[in-house]
């Protein structure tokens, strides 16, 4: 039973679109919710994350939206560029036993 | 400053062998983390340990054992490797629970046939 449910599976964008990804969650005691970026051979690494205190940050070019009432977070991706083409993945924080649950993952190819 | 350092890189092993991965962590990490990634079905955790001293089963904890040997290391072991086993495996670690990142070691790609 997946805890975070990630779509797509996959997308591909022209240069200057907004890939969007989007998550849905069910355990309310998920207490923070960070989107990793993964390139290919390389381990994930933390793009930008939010607590569900707040609707939207932004950093950079990266946007989450959180739906706190639905139980939904998203990731935009503006202005994308080619190297932007990786794995994106939604994750949920729960601090009991502070551990992170992922969602399946979103690849993302961005076509110059 | 290398962060987490997973070893070996790439391993494969015929069906009923055994071996541990290795992972240490120089960023004084109270939490390690392992976990599987499959295509299609993202990170799915293998087992944790929140902080040195304890461990506890993730989502997939079947045919694994862990060791938290000390703050830094977190070995993962298989027993008695099965085709199903065949997978990336990813060691992780974090502050506590007031600083929630988590950082990736670059992976191990099993195999086993």
């Known amino acids: 039973q997946q805890q975070v449910k990630q779509s797509p599976q996959s997308l591909i964008v022209q240069k200057g679109g907004i890939p969007i990804i989007n998550c849905a969650y069910e355990n309310t005691a998920f207490d923070y919710f960070p989107w990793y970026q993964q390139f290919p051979g390389k381990g994930p690494a933390l793009l930008i994350a939010i607590r569900p205190d707040v609707s939207e940050k932004k950093e950079g070019r990266f946007t989450i939206s959180f739906n706190k009432s639905a139980k939904q977070f998203s990731l935009h991706i503006m202005d994308s560029q080619p190297g932007d083409s990786a794995t994106y993945f939604c994750?949920?924080?729960?601090?009991?036993?502070?551990?992170?649950?992922f969602g399946g993952g979103t690849r993302v190819l961005v076509k110059p | 400053n290398a962060g987490v350092t997973q070893t070996p890189k790439f391993q494969v092993l015929k069906t009923g062998q055994s071996m541990t991965l290795q992972c240490a962590q120089d960023m004084n990490h109270n939490s390690m983390y392992w976990y599987r990634q499959d295509p299609g079905m993202g990170l799915r955790l293998i087992y944790y340990s929140a902080s040195e001293g304890t461990t506890d089963k993730g989502e997939v904890p079947n045919g694994y054992n862990v060791s938290r040997l000390n703050k830094r290391e977190f070995s993962l072991r298989l027993e008695s490797a099965a085709p199903s086993q065949t997978s990336v495996y990813f060691c992780?670690?974090?502050?506590?629970?007031?600083?929630?990142?988590?950082?990736f070691g670059q992976g191990t790609r099993l195999t086993v046939v």
């Open positions: 992780a670690s974090s502050l506590d629970r007031s600083r929630t990142e988590a950082f």
């Open positions: 994750a949920a924080h729960k601090a009991a036993g502070n551990k992170l649950t």
